[in-house]
């Protein structure tokens, strides 16, 4: 059966019948949806009967949380599909009743095919049944006019205990959650509820996160998204989304969920955000000290070396190292067997140490720092250019050009600076190029070419792929001091002057990061390295 973009799964067993069924029956779903996954909780639902089936009203219990955490928890098994725990119909114990359930709740995916774990007595997809579905879910949410409807018929194993979510007690430090250990206890619902985080890549942990605190909130749920400062000791932060993408991703998961409510969406800018200033807040999720609500923070069931135990949005940003971020460009001036990658990082990166591995890997490295000193030389191409530029008085007695004199007289000075850059730097990219069809005579297939200044030069124009290898400036810095043996002042000086980690990374394919211990680094290289073969061959 063909794939569909976006579904919606009705799920009508009891409670505790379902848990339990849970992998099976996301298993079954993910083999049918390709990309959203929306999740529809009824149960009891009959779609055997003759009377039309409506939705109802779902009381909010200890037991409804755990099977959305065991939902997500179950859907890290299947990273291709976005799943969405749907809440129009469930809800919490309050004073105010809950809004009727008469209209239909449009979707940002329309579902193409609407999933149910109802079956028959025979086994078989009886039409009836299936039109009683596909009713069921029209006067439920707006779905495409050509949807389709399948009863699923998952493989249960009653023996199989693997199912339960695997998940692990959130610790704060604060005081103990108020949720009820009784598992049919009602929630108590709150008119004003505040959660808060860096949602960068939207996982199911923050799902399941967002998803308690709208199922508290009754009113209005104010979501605190981190920005500027406390982004600066994120691991990898030049990975992260801006802000902008994640409220967008954000604004569509939560409204998608339980549009009933109305959110704001703010600048987490400290750590106290809108609980210290908003009086009429009666309950943080995961946060401080009004009604706080704990929940389960969701394992990493695919836990590598360095990664937390946990769903993070850092072990994700760590998988996205080495990985393609964006389409290398088409270079038809290059010779077409030949692929080039232009390597660059800021002072202390690590780069020297992941061109050693590229090069121990079979690529020809082009190093644009001996290029540098070629032209310079007596008989190089610049060699002429510069002294008719910066005087005769920079000539050393040997006839070479005295770099320290040059560099002093360029530094701190803009216009000295771009007038040297004007003559050394095209006479670079030649130099490069004439490289670059040199190793092709000589049957090299991927040639790397080691620049520091790659992007400031313009060179990337002559390569396929920009790979740029970070680490936090801060480390960086002692780098500096240790390998050059100067003065903090001096190596701050040097890091200012060059284009930063983030601009270097919004204009590069391929990020990888020396940070953790050289066999990460080998390895992620080697991940990087095995990925462009696969893009070379299918091309």
């Not at 505790?16 to 079954?28: G, K, Q």
């Not at 989304?241 to 959110?263: G, I, N, W």
């Not at 390597?343 to 591995?357: C, D, Q, Y």
């Amino acid at each position: 059966m063909s794939a569909f973009r976006s579904g919606l799964l009705v799920l009508t067993s009891p409670l505790a019948a379902l848990t339990p069924r849970l992998a099976p029956i996301l298993t079954s779903a993910a083999r049918l949806v390709e990309q959203t996954l929306y999740v529809h909780l009824q149960p009891g639902l009959s779609l055997g009967g003759p009377a039309q089936p409506h939705s109802s009203h779902v009381q909010a219990t200890v037991e409804i949380i755990n099977l959305i955490t065991g939902l997500y928890a179950g859907a890290d098994a299947h990273r291709h599909l976005d799943i969405r725990v749907l809440l129009t119909n469930i809800c919490t114990k309050s004073p105010t009743p809950p809004p009727s359930l008469g209209s239909v709740q449009n979707l940002a995916h329309p579902p193409e095919v609407v999933l149910t774990d109802f079956q028959t007595l025979d086994g078989g997809q009886y039409n009836p049944v299936k039109q009683q579905l596909e009713r069921y879910a029209t006067s439920c949410y707006s779905c495409c006019p050509q949807l389709v409807s399948v009863l699923l018929y998952p493989e249960y194993n009653p023996g199989d205990t693997s199912t339960e979510p695997s998940v692990a007690p959130y610790s704060s430090g604060f005081s103990t959650s108020p949720v009820p250990k009784s598992p049919m206890h009602p929630l108590q619902g709150y008119n004003h509820v505040a959660v808060g985080g860096t949602f960068d890549h939207l996982h199911n942990a923050h799902k399941l996160l967002l998803t308690v605190s709208c199922l508290l909130a009754q009113k209005r749920l104010v979501v605190g998204v981190a920005d500027k400062d406390l982004l600066e000791n994120k691991v990898l932060r030049e990975l992260l989304q801006p802000y902008t993408d994640r409220v967008r991703h954000l604004s569509e998961f939560l409204v998608d969920m339980k549009p009933s409510l109305a959110f704001d969406i703010v600048p987490l800018l400290d750590h106290y955000g809108p609980a210290g200033t908003d009086p009429s807040l009666e309950c943080l999720v995961g946060l401080g000290e009004l009604a706080l609500h704990q929940i389960l923070l969701l394992k990493n069931p695919d836990q590598k070396e360095n990664e937390e135990d946990k769903v993070s949005s850092s072990s994700f940003r760590q998988r996205l190292l080495g990985t393609l971020l964006r389409p290398p460009y088409k270079r038809p001036d290059l010779p077409s067997h030949v692929y080039v990658v232009g390597l660059t990082g800021i002072s202390g990166s690590g780069k020297t140490s992941v061109a050693l591995l590229l090069q121990d890997l079979g690529a020809k490295i082009i190093d644009s720092d001996k290029l540098g000193h070629q032209a310079y030389a007596p008989d190089g191409l610049a060699y002429q250019a510069v002294i008719k530029a910066f005087g005769t008085d920079i000539v050393s007695e040997d006839g070479t050009i005295n770099r320290k004199i040059l560099g002093s007289r360029v530094f701190g000075d803009k216009k000295q600076l771009k007038n040297l850059s004007d003559i050394v730097w095209p006479i670079i990219e030649q130099m490069g190029r004439e490289e670059i069809i040199k190793a092709a005579a000589e049957g090299k297939t991927i040639c790397v070419i080691d620049a520091a200044l790659l992007l400031e030069a313009g060179w990337n124009n002559m390569v396929h792929e920009v790979w740029t290898v970070i680490v936090p400036e801060t480390e960086a810095l002692q780098r500096i001091i240790k390998r050059d043996n100067v003065s903090e002042a001096m190596a701050l000086s040097r890091l200012q002057n060059q284009m930063n980690n983030q601009h270097r990374v919004d204009q590069s394919h391929v990020v990888l990061s020396t940070l953790w211990e050289p066999h990460i680094t080998r390895k992620q290289v080697e991940k990087a390295w095995t990925l462009l073969l696969e893009r070379i061959k299918s091309q």
